[in-house]
Structure formats: C-alpha cells, structure tokens
C-alpha cells in the first residue's frame, strides 16, 4: 500500500492500492473449511465516489461538522471520518465490520494526524449512537444493505440525528428520501482509466412524509 494524497482530496492522504500490492490474496478462501468466515473484498483500500464526495464537502463546509459529534457509517478507510476531525468535529466515531478495514482507519487516521474512535460491528441492528450527525458515504450499494441501512437512518432521524449521505445514484439509492445539497465530478472505483468522472452527490436524508 501507498501513502498518496487522495484524488479530489489533496488536504486528505490515506494508504491506497496500487497493482502491486497483492490485494487479491484477501479475498480468496484461506482453507477449504466449510465454517471459514467468508474473504470481504478491501474496499477500504480504494477512494469510492460517494465517500469522496462527502469528504469534499465537509472540508469546503466545515460548519457541518464543527463541534458536533459525528458517525462515519460504513467507514472503509476511513476518508469521511477524516475530513469530519480535520474540519473540527467534536468527535468522530467511524462504523466498520472489516478487520481489515479497522487497521487501514487506524493507520489512515495515524497519517492525517487525527484522531477516531472505532466500532468493529454492524451497528444498524441497534439504536442509533450518542451522535450528533450521520455521514453515510456509499453504503447503498446494494438492494440487500440498503434495506438494512434505511431503518437504521430513519432511527437516527427520530433521536434528533442528521444524516448526509454520499453516492454517485447508484440503483438502489432511495432518491425518494434524499434533498440535493452538493455535486461534485470525482473520479469512482471501478471506472475505466481515462474514463469521463460523472457528477456524484451529497444529499440530506429525509424523514419519511408518509409516515408524518
């Protein structure tokens, strides 16, 4: 892994993949044990859009995040949590059940000189933390999570909790729910070399009317 500065993100360097840093290992069976936990792709050694994007706007908008105390959901390396301490959070609390994403936090924190508290389990099954604002950076990236994680923004909202999620609208982003603050073109993971950045939001979620 590289140190490099992130793209979109100058002010932000994390540890990045790069070819030869034989990533492929973690995602392959270590044994044929039938009860072996099943290999987590690293996502968290990669800049995905809606994290970017969530990152630049509470860098450009630090009164967002200032003294208050802030959950990134679905950490992966770390990137939103990072933007939300180096603009001025009270405290940041950063969500993520990969081990292997835990270590990159801790080591990308480390590089930024700031400072993250970690919860290693999947917190959407419970209450919501003693938190203040909620950013939620590409965690919609299937129908199966957004299920899971829509009832747990929604508990979030009913304790008082903003939420601000990042996504360049992928299938399952619940549009619905979402109001429009910012768009940013900045490049995605997975996106061809070369290939034209398409613009990925920040949106505050939004409390169900229906249910008003």
Not at 172 to 192: H, K, N
Request: aromatic content about 8%; charged content about 25%; some cysteine.
């Amino acid at each position: 892994m590289r140190l490099v500065p992130v793209p979109a993100l100058p002010e932000i360097q994390f540890y990045m993949a790069h070819p030869g840093s034989g990533l492929r290992r973690l995602v392959e069976p270590e044994d044929d044990a039938e009860d072996a936990p099943e290999p987590q792709p690293p996502y968290w050694a990669y800049a995905w859009a809606g994290g970017t994007v969530l990152a630049r706007y509470v860098l450009d908008h630090p009164m967002t995040v200032a003294g208050r105390r802030v959950l990134d959901l679905g950490a992966g390396s770390g990137l939103v949590g990072i933007a939300a301490a180096k603009a001025g959070a009270r405290e940041v609390i950063a969500a993520e059940i990969d081990r292997n994403g835990v270590a990159a936090i801790d080591l990308n924190a480390a590089a930024n000189g700031v400072e993250i508290a970690i919860v290693d389990k999947d917190i959407t099954t419970g209450p919501p933390p003693a938190v203040d604002l909620v950013l939620a950076g590409d965690v919609f990236y299937g129908r199966e999570v957004a299920l899971r994680v829509i009832p747990f923004l929604d508990r979030c909202l009913a304790a008082g909790i903003d939420v601000l999620v990042g996504d360049p609208r992928r299938a399952d982003l619940p549009l619905s729910r979402l109001r429009l603050l910012a768009e940013y073109q900045v490049p995605d993971f997975g996106d061809a070399k070369g290939a034209a950045s398409k613009p990925s939001g920040v949106f505050s979620f939004e409390a169900d009317d229906r249910w008003r």
